[in-house]
């Protein structure tokens, strides 16, 4: 039998400023308790069937708010402060399980449901937090922190008319929030409202004047509208405040360069200028290097590196270009930099192994993805150089291990389902060789490792 022995409290606060002007000078005795109700009803837009009793308290700037779930179950809350613990742990799939049980033995509790969302959306589990979160309102419309996680999870499904609205009760009703202007600037810039974005990231910037995702918005906007040097300036503050991140990485790439051939031509006059901005040689140099102009895009990189030798970002990039333009050497030397600069980034280490792979050094592509995986850089990718790689050594059982890690990851990895069919042949299990050899052969496009698969396919099916 459930014990009904206590209560739990939901408390808000909401800014009074957000309340008509008869409520400025509140105070209890002034204004009955039912007409609070009304004005809260307007004030927050809640349903009028909704009926229950709330207290409605001012408290400085704020008006509070409190009321109470029709039923408390020890049971429930029992299971809500063991999956508390579970979250905190990390361990979210359990916590699920015991809010969902907590949620079927006492449906009335928003806690559970709130919860629940913030554990789903923690999983990338957009609906199912969606889902949770609007059962948090259907019980409690005032239980406003649930509007800017609500809002965010429309936003990663992109539903963005529901992201906004929901993103802007969560600025009308709570208290400032960094990451609900964040939020509501990308939403209103998808949505070509860019003077409310602009807006919203400066109001980012007000609240956090270090947060490098605010500059980079407004950047973008100025970028989107034509005003080069505006967002030249922003994208070059995101550089200064994200140091060695990927915003930085970003912005050092969409900076709005000249043409290589304004570049060069600079006179010595000019020279100074382009020193004191070199990220004008590395967006020039990614240009180029995304159109395939792989000697020119090392030409710029080398020339930002010669301003800015300690950008292990950089480094990599010259070993990318270096490597398309069959340097391999000239490849693994600036890896190898970018790797002293910043050794605990496993891309480095990746790309270390394909240029490796490239001059067919296989014990260091093993010592290289090994490290790479150690890093968290762990990819189909890694996995199939690292399996090929043991191949090469005459190590056929663990090959195919590290291949089939490749084809879990990503099920069309061709690489590894030649070099797995190798490995079959050697091991004489021609039957399973056959088979990756036979998709192969079928896919669509034409490429080298097609024509060599074809080749196998038909000399192995002869016998």
């Known amino acids: 039998m459930n014990q009904i022995t206590k209560r739990k409290t939901v408390t808000t606060e909401i800014s009074i400023e957000e309340f008509d002007d008869q409520l400025t000078n509140l105070d209890e005795s002034a204004t009955p308790q039912n007409d609070r109700l009304q004005i809260a009803k307007k004030v927050l837009e809640i349903p009028d069937n909704f009926t229950d009793k709330i207290e409605i308290i001012p408290n400085g700037e704020y008006v509070v708010f409190k009321w109470h779930p029709e039923r408390y179950d020890e049971r429930a809350e029992k299971l809500h402060k063991n999956a508390l613990s579970l979250a905190r742990s990390g361990n979210l799939d359990d916590a699920i399980k015991r809010w969902t049980q907590a949620s079927l033995i006492n449906s009335t509790d928003p806690d559970y449901y709130f919860n629940l969302g913030l554990a789903y959306f923690e999983k990338k589990q957009y609906t199912e937090a969606i889902e949770n979160l609007n059962r948090v309102l259907a019980i409690c419309p005032f239980y406003t922190k649930t509007h800017l996680i609500l809002g965010t999870a429309f936003l990663k499904i992109r539903k963005f008319e529901f992201a906004k609205k929901h993103l802007q009760k969560s600025i009308k009703y709570s208290k400032p929030i960094t990451s609900a202007y964040l939020n509501l600037g990308a939403v209103n810039s998808i949505l070509k409202l860019y003077d409310e974005g602009q807006k919203m990231f400066e109001k980012a910037i007000e609240l956090s004047p270090n947060e490098p995702r605010a500059y980079l918005g407004i950047a973008k906007i100025y970028s989107t509208i034509g005003n080069d040097e505006k967002a030249n300036a922003f994208f070059k503050k995101v550089i200064e405040l994200d140091k060695k ?17 304004n570049i060069s031509a600079k006179g010595e006059a000019n020279r100074e200028a382009l020193n004191q901005n070199p990220e004008e040689y590395y967006s020039e140099g990614y240009r180029l290097y995304i159109s395939g102009d792989y000697t020119n895009a090392e030409k710029m990189y080398q020339n930002y590196l010669k301003i800015k030798p300690d950008d292990d970002y950089v480094w990599y990039a010259l070993g990318e270009a270096q490597l398309r333009s069959n340097k391999a050497e000239d490849a693994v030397n600036s890896f190898k930099k970018a790797i002293k600069l910043y050794p605990k980034k496993g891309l480095y280490f990746k790309e270390l192994a394909v240029v490796f792979d490239a001059l067919n050094k296989p014990d260091k592509v093993i010592a290289a993805t090994s490290k790479a995986k150690d890093l968290g850089n762990a990819d189909s990718v890694t996995y199939a150089l690292w399996g090929k790689a043991l191949y090469n050594l005459g190590k056929h059982s663990e090959a195919i291990i590290m291949l089939e890690q490749s084809l879990e990851i990503n099920k069309n990895n061709f690489l590894a389902k030649f070099y797995i069919a190798k490995a079959n042949i050697d091991l004489k299990n021609f039957q399973e060789a056959s088979d990756y050899l036979y998709e192969i052969k079928e896919i669509k496009i ?18």
């Open 245 to 261: 991140g990927n915003l930085a990485n970003y912005a050092k790439r969409s900076i709005i360069s000249e043409n290589t051939s």
């Open 446 to 463: 034409n490429t080298p490792l097609k024509e060599k698969a074809l080749l196998m396919y038909n000399k192995l099916n002869e016998k």
